[in-house]
């Protein structure tokens, strides 16, 4: 397999993070997405949508979109729910992930963390603060009587909203404010073969 990604991004760092727990081997193409390097002709035939994380599969296929790689990994693993209704339940945080979390969270941390603050990003980033605490909030009581977002065990639902969710502050978000996501980090936190979001993966294929 061949990683696409840009070290930085919390979708890539979903993928990077379920391939570390499913100890698969993989060779690791880093890419700058601020200098358009998935904008080249190479890459845009590789995936017309030309974003990242974009994964090769051993036969040459290639993937893209996080959260759909993540499902075709997770498939018969221990990070994909055996019962129906907990597999709908991992659909529905997937659609929450990109539909309410990522357009506040991820997106004001983007802005504050690589981009200059310009007068319209200051504007809009009060309410995507607002939309981001709503969304925190929303996690956290749903994690209030449980250990994971879906059923008793560790899935991809929580590896795919750890991956911004972790580094909220650097989105301005103070994750003090929500004690049970916090108690679920650190469970995460401790999963085997955990990787830190700026890690670069320790072996090649």
């Known amino acids: 397999m061949r990683l696409y990604d840009f070290l930085d991004s919390g979708n890539g760092y979903k993928v990077r993070l379920l391939l570390a727990h499913l100890e698969i081997d993989y060779e690791f193409v880093e890419l700058d997405i601020l200098k358009g390097e ?42 994909w729910p055996e019962d129906p209704v907990h597999q709908a339940r991992v659909l529905q945080w997937m659609f929450f992930e990109q539909y309410n979390h990522e357009p506040s969270i991820a997106v004001d941390r983007f802005w ?75 469970r995460v936190a401790q999963q085997p073969r955990r990787l830190l979001i700026t890690d670069r993966p320790d072996f090649q294929t």
């Open 112 to 186: 504050l963390h690589f981009l200059e603050m310009t007068d319209e990003r200051r504007v809009q980033i009060a309410e995507k603060q607002k939309a981001g605490r709503a969304v925190l909030k929303l996690m956290d009581d749903h994690l209030a009587d449980r250990s994971y977002l879906v059923g008793d065990s560790y899935s991809i639902a929580d590896i795919l909203l750890y991956a911004y969710s972790h580094v909220a502050d650097e989105g301005g978000f103070d994750l003090g404010d929500y004690p049970s996501v916090q108690w679920w980090l650190g």
């Open 38 to 79: 998935t904008r080249t002709p190479d890459l845009l035939a590789k995936n017309p949508n030309g974003r990242i994380p974009l994964l090769q599969l051993d036969d040459g296929t290639f993937l893209s979109e996080s959260n759909a790689i993540l499902y075709h990994l997770s498939r018969g693993s221990a990070y």
